[in-house]
């Protein structure tokens, strides 16, 4: 008899198998739920200002990204 051999899974795949568990037991609409307060205690804790800060950080790296060429 042949023995099975079993690859370690990695991060990423563990992380997708949890999230679709997750998504069939509680439905979609709990991530929204828990997104919401979330951020709603991100702009609490770091203020709106936070959420500028990195909104200009995105937005300057694709804009060089672009500047290069190359696809966002």
Sequence with gaps: MAQ???RAMTVSEAGRKGGEKTRERYGSEFYEEIGKKGGEAVKRARG?????KIGRKGGQRVRELVRRGKRV
């Design 4 to 6: 099975k051999r079993v």
């Design 48 to 52: 709106p200002e936070f959420y500028e």
